[in-house]
C-alpha cells in the first residue's frame, strides 16, 4: 500500500473507486464491494456524508479498509463540523493510519435528507487543505504547536466542466497554494473539454485523476444534464445509452472508452459506479487498467 | 432594511388566547417599507381582532421602535393609558423593534406578529434580496461589494463551489451564484487577480451574541 501522493510521483497511473458507508451499521455490502477490487485499485475513496444525506462516517471505514490491507482515502467535508471538529478529525484519521484525505466544501444541507440541519462550512475546501498542511508542520489553525506531526496526501476536487471554468481554476490554483497534491474531477463524458481544461490547468503541475460515473441510462444521462451542475453529456452518448439493448454492458464499453481516450490526458481516473460497484472489475478489464 | 414577514393568524391568536384587551403598536420604519406592519396593516391586524371579539384599547405606529426613546416616548407617555388597559401588547415590528418594547414595557406580556427574515436591499416595492449577515468584519472590499457571506448558501470565502449551473446555485435554481456575480462584476473592473488572494477563515467570534456597543464615554 502506497499514499496517492507516491503514486503519482512514481508516475504511477493511479486508480481509485469510490464506496460509500451504508445508512447503518451493517458494513456486509460495502467491504464486499471493496474486497472485488482488491489489488486492482489502488485506493478506496470513502464518501463523507454524500449529498448531504446521514450515514455512517467515512472515517471508521477507511480504518476499517486499513485493517484489511486496502488503502482509504478519506473524504472530509466542510458541511458539518467547525474548525476545532475538522482538524480533530484529521488528527484521528492520521493515528488510524488513514493518511490519504480528499479535502472538499460539502453538498449543502437543503440537498440532502435531514434539510432542516445547521449548515456549518466554518471552514471552505481551501482553509481546510490549509489546515491540514499547517497539521503536518506541527502546528494548529490557532497557531498552536502540536505534540507530534501526521503526514497526510492532501486531495482536493475541481469540475473541468464549469462554466465560467476559469472561476474553477482559479480556485484550483489556492487548493494547489493551500496545500493539495492531487486533484480528482466531477464527471467528465467529453474528452475535448478535458483536454482544454488539462491544458488550462498544465501551469499548476498537479496530477490530476478524471472522474467517471458509470451512466446507467439515458434517462440518467438527461437527469445529470438538467440538474447536475458541471457534468455534461453529449447528445451522441445518450443516443447510444437509448439505443443500447443491453444497458450494462453499454454502460461499461463507454466508461472504459472515456478512460482510453482520456488517459494521455491525465495521471489517473476515479471511478464513481453509484450502486454499480458490482460491475467495476468488468469496466477495469474493458479499460485495460 | 429589515425584512419581516407577517406570522400565520392562527400562531398569532394561539398566542393571544388568554386575552382580550390588546394595545397594537406597529413599526413606522421597515415594516412600514414592507407593509408588513405599517399603519394599513396595524388597521387590519386590529380589525381581524375585533372581529373575534377582542377589545384593542388602542395601537401607534412608533416611528423607530427599535430606539427606545422613541417607543418609550410613544407608549410611557402619549399612549400610557390605552396600554394600561390592555393585558398583553401586540408587536407588528422585526425582532429588534418587538424586543425593545418588551424592555420598554416591563410589567405585560408582548407577543410578535412577525417573523424577521434578513438584511435586505430593497429593490423594488414587492422585491427584497439578502445582502448583509452583519458578520463584524466587512469582506466587500474584494468581492467586489457583493456579499458571500449573504448570497451563497455556504458563505464560501474562497472561490465557488461545484454546484453553479448557467450561473446559478443548485441550492436554489432561482437565484444566481454568488461568486459567478463576483467573477463578472470583477472581470468588468478588470480586478479578476483580486480572486487569487487566500483568505483566512472568518472570526466568527465576532458574531457572537450578544453583540453590544457602548459609546459612552468612561
Known sequence: MALLNELFEAKKFVVTVEIGPPKGVDLTEALEDAELLRGRVDAFNVTDQQSSVMRLGSLPLCHLLKDRGLEPVFQITCRDRNRIALQS????????????????????????????????????????????????????????????????????????????????????????????????????????????????????????????????????????????????????????????????????????????????????????????????????????? | MIVTEQKAFTEIVGYLNPYKRLFIVGCGSCATAWHTGGETEVREMAGKLQDMGKIITGWVVVEEPCDERKTKRELQRAHAAEVAEAEALLVMACGAGTGTVAMAIPDKPIYPALNSLYLARLERLTRTDERCVLCGECVLAWTGGICPLATCPKGLLNGPCGGYKDGHCEVDQSKECAWVAIYQRMKNLDSLEMLETIHPPKDFSKMTHPRRVDKTPA
Open chain 1, 89 to 289: 478529525d484529521l488528527l484521528s484519521a492520521y493515528v488510524l493510519g488513514v493518511q490519504n484525505i480528499l479535502c472538499l466544501t460539502g453538498d449543502h444541507v437543503s440537498l440532502g435528507d435531514h434539510p432542516q440541519a445547521k449548515p456549518v462550512f466554518d471552514l471552505d475546501s481551501v482553509s481546510l487543505l490549509q489546515a491540514a498542511s499547517l497539521l503536518q508542520k506541527g502546528q494548529d489553525l490557532a497557531g498552536k504547536e502540536l505534540k507530534g506531526k501526521p503526514q497526510f496526501s492532501l486531495g482536493a476536487v475541481v469540475t473541468p466542466g464549469g462554466d465560467p471554468v476559469e472561476l474553477q481554476i482559479i480556485k484550483m490554483e489556492k487548493k494547489v497554494k493551500a496545500g493539495a497534491q492531487f486533484f480528482q474531477t466531477q464527471a467528465v463524458y467529453e474528452p475535448e473539454t478535458f483536454a482544454r481544461f488539462m491544458d488550462k490547468v498544465s501551469y499548476l503541475n498537479v496530477p490530476v485523476m478524471v472522474g467517471i460515473v458509470l451512466l446507467k441510462s439515458a434517462a440518467m444521462a438527461r437527469f445529470m444534464n438538467k440538474n447536475v451542475a458541471g457534468v455534461h453529456v453529449p447528445e451522441n452518448l445518450i443516443e447510444e445509452m437509448d439505443k443500447a439493448p443491453n444497458k450494462a454492458q453499454k454502460s461499461i464499453e463507454i466508461a472504459a472508452r472515456l478512460i482510453r481516450e482520456m488517459r494521455p490526458l491525465c495521471q489517473g481516473v476515479h471511478i464513481m459506479p453509484i450502486g454499480w460497484e458490482k460491475r467495476v472489475p468488468a469496466l477495469l478489464d474493458a479499460a485495460g487498467l
